[in-house]
């Protein structure tokens, strides 16, 4: 059970495009839903907590009009990179914290960004 | 803040060797902490957990003990196998009641034939 995808599991894109990712929660509900963003060789960086039906919270440094997050339903929430530039290029991962269990995040198998 | 501090990688061992990967934090409150594994190209799984002083989470032969007075909570594994070759997060939770995990930097385990 718990059980988070991902999808796309990579993607290239052109600079100056946008590009969405899909988190999903397979066998649960998820109220709040998170998105990190790995660099090599580092730990995760928290972006944003996102929450079901409401905006979603953004770390310091974060600009929310670049990375739109919209968590729609208890099992979907989208990360859209917009105007993507070469810097964005990194791994993106979601993980999702199931309904009445605030103890523990279920983590997706992310997300690898190159923009070109 | 709270914080996690993790030994610097990567660690290279030859397969069957004792494997330990240290862990300190820093954090105000009574956290839960956390080992997780990341192997290439995915996302993290969690590995063992302890939520309190002198748990000891275990999981696929490693270990690791919620150490309260030295603030620390080390991995072991008695005999490492190059499949447990991956980088591995420890993290901790806080009981502030936003249960957030904080992440260390993470240790990268490369294990030899």
């Known amino acids: 059970g718990a059980v988070v995808s991902q999808h796309p599991s990579w993607v290239i894109c052109k600079s100056g495009t946008s590009v969405k990712i899909e988190c999903r929660s397979l066998?649960?509900?998820?109220?709040?839903m998170f998105w990190y963003r790995q660099f090599p060789k580092q730990s995760l960086m928290l972006m944003a907590t996102?929450?079901?039906?409401?905006?979603?919270?953004?770390e310091q440094g974060v600009e929310k009009d670049k990375f739109l997050i919209n968590h729609a339903s208890l099992t979907l929430s989208t990360l859209t990179v917009t105007s993507a530039h070469p810097e964005d290029s990194s791994f993106y991962i979601c993980?999702?914290?199931?309904?009445?269990?605030?103890?523990?995040?279920?983590f997706g198998p992310g997300t690898r960004l190159t923009v070109t | 803040g709270d914080s996690v501090t993790q030994m610097e990688g990567p660690v290279t061992l030859s397969e069957e060797a004792f494997l330990t990967i240290n862990c300190t934090y820093t954090?105000?409150?009574?956290?839960?902490l956390f080992w997780y594994v990341q192997y290439p190209g995915e996302g993290l799984q969690l590995l063992l957990k302890?939520?309190?002083?002198?748990d000891k989470g275990s999981n696929k032969g490693f270990e690791a003990t919620y150490r309260k007075e030295t603030t620390s909570f080390h991995l072991e594994k008695g005999s490492v196998q190059v499949s447990d070759s991956a980088v591995y997060f420890c993290?901790?939770?806080?009981?502030?009641?936003?249960?957030?995990?904080?992440f260390g930097r993470g240790t990268s385990l490369i294990v030899h034939p």
């Open positions: 993290a901790l939770s806080d009981g502030g009641g936003s249960y957030i995990p904080t």
């Open positions: 993980s999702a914290r199931e309904t009445g269990n605030p103890y523990e995040q279920y």
């Open positions: 066998d649960f509900q998820a109220t709040t």
């Open positions: 996102s929450n079901e039906g409401s905006k979603a919270t953004y």
């Open positions: 954090a105000t409150g009574y956290p839960s």
């Open positions: 302890a939520t309190k002083a002198d």
